[in-house]
């Protein structure tokens, strides 16, 4: 844990922010939209939203969730991508050793956190936020002395050729896709900064995690899932990497 006291609590006030943008980010390139210079506003109505309405957590909570204008709720995914990424700068606290790969495992875990959304609520997983894990990934490879950044490219290459094997692989035998190339560009940035012989194990808790996921559907009588039914594989990589990292 780093001792710069001043950098986690500026990072702690950071994470609801870097939420906050990272729910325009998801939203907006899914709808293909602005994501700079289009102001924030409110999608019912149109009203622009002021600065006091747009207080990390705080202003959601104060509003009930709703615009001040015509009182139509905001979407619930907003506020707890604000949530997520205050968490990610504590479990970044708590893995960092050292200020600056303090800062660079909260820079991964909040694209991690606007990848897992982007796959839940949109089934796309953005080249921009998966660009941004793999540098990333790279930078935590360099700040790890037992590995450095040779072995966080061939752990980004190796886990990229894996997926893309199953990904072919799956093709071939089902006639139909099973795995995203956004999968396979994820797991090049995971395998960056977690290590070749880690990402087993982040795919292992990634299928564990879906298995549950479906299972819960299954006890709440939708039956069993349809052959073709769509998984945000996506996010449940990002789950296995974040019990990997903790593990």
């Known amino acids: 844990m780093p001792?710069?006291?001043?950098?986690?609590?500026?990072?702690?006030?950071?994470?609801?922010?870097?939420?906050?943008?990272?729910?325009?980010?998801?939203?907006?390139?899914?709808a293909g939209g602005d994501v700079i210079l289009r102001p924030s506003h409110c999608a019912a109505c149109g009203?622009?939203?002021?600065?006091?309405?747009?207080?990390?957590?705080?202003s959601a909570l104060w509003l009930g969730g709703r615009c001040r204008s015509c009182g139509t709720a905001f979407p619930g995914h907003l506020l707890r991508i604000e949530v997520a990424g205050l968490l990610a700068v504590a479990l970044a606290v708590s893995q960092g050793q050292g200020g600056g790969q303090t800062v660079v495992m909260a820079g991964f875990l909040w694209c991690?956190?606007?990848?897992?959304?982007?796959?839940?609520l949109y089934f796309r997983l953005p080249d921009l936020l998966t660009g941004a894990?793999?540098?990333?990934?790279?930078?935590?490879?360099?700040?790890?002395?037992?590995?450095?950044?040779?072995?966080g490219l061939l752990s980004a290459v190796i886990a990229s050729g894996a997926f893309l094997a199953i990904r072919w692989g799956y093709r071939a035998w089902r006639g139909r896709e099973g795995l995203g190339l956004g999968d396979v560009k994820q797991i090049a940035g995971i395998g960056a900064a977690?290590?070749?012989?880690?990402?087993?194990?982040?795919?292992?808790?990634?299928?564990?995690?879906?298995?549950?996921?479906?299972?819960?559907d299954m006890l709440r009588g939708r039956g069993l899932p349809a052959g073709d039914m769509r998984l945000p594989f996506g996010s449940f990589l990002v789950g296995g990497t974040v019990l990997t990292l903790i593990v």
Do not use: H, K, N
């Open 194 to 216: 977690v290590g070749w012989a880690e990402v087993p194990w982040v795919a292992l808790f990634a299928a564990a995690l879906a298995l549950v996921v479906v299972g819960i």
């Open 47 to 58: 009203t622009r939203l002021q600065w006091r309405d747009m207080v990390p957590i705080v």
């Open 133 to 151: 894990l793999f540098l990333l990934g790279l930078g935590l490879a360099a700040f790890d002395p037992a590995r450095g950044i040779v072995d």
């Open 112 to 120: 991690l956190v606007g990848l897992f959304y982007a796959d839940l």
């Open 3 to 30: 001792a710069d006291w001043p950098l986690v609590v500026f990072l702690l006030l950071l994470g609801p922010a870097i939420g906050s943008f990272l729910g325009v980010l998801v939203d907006r390139l899914a």
